[in-house]
């Protein structure tokens, strides 16, 4: 009994964070320097916390290009992989300061990560 007390009193001491946060793979690394994931908090772009199926520049609380605007685009796994292949081609006039990832691997990595997060 004395053990499953101590053991229940451990839990309550663990950090609660978004189950998500706990597997940001290292692929994401570089996006997680201007994109936070947790829900509620914008940084210096874009929440992602969501962006699964999310209508592009809807995101309250943020002030997107007027290209992105006007883009149209919502983010599902072929537009991501634009993108994420070359966010200024894909649309010109976005403010995104960001080459794209060359790498279809890493880039599909990327991808997959975002879509979970819903």
């Not at 916390?49 to 006007?70: E, F, Q, T």
């Amino acid at each position: 009994m004395k053990t499953s007390l101590s053991f229940a009193a451990a839990l309550l001491l663990l950090p609660i964070v978004p189950s998500h946060a706990q597997t940001t793979p290292p692929v994401f690394a570089p996006c997680a320097a201007c994109h936070s994931i947790a829900p509620g908090k914008t940084s210096f772009c874009p929440n992602l916390d969501g962006v699964a199926h999310r209508k592009a520049a809807s995101l309250s609380g943020y002030i997107y290009s007027p290209a992105l605007k006007a883009a149209g685009l919502t983010w599902d796994a072929p537009t991501l992989d634009r993108w994420l292949t070359s966010p200024q081609k894909l649309v010109l006039g976005t403010k995104m300061p960001f080459a794209g990832i060359a790498d279809p691997v890493r880039r599909k990595q990327v991808v997959d990560y975002l879509l979970t997060l819903r």
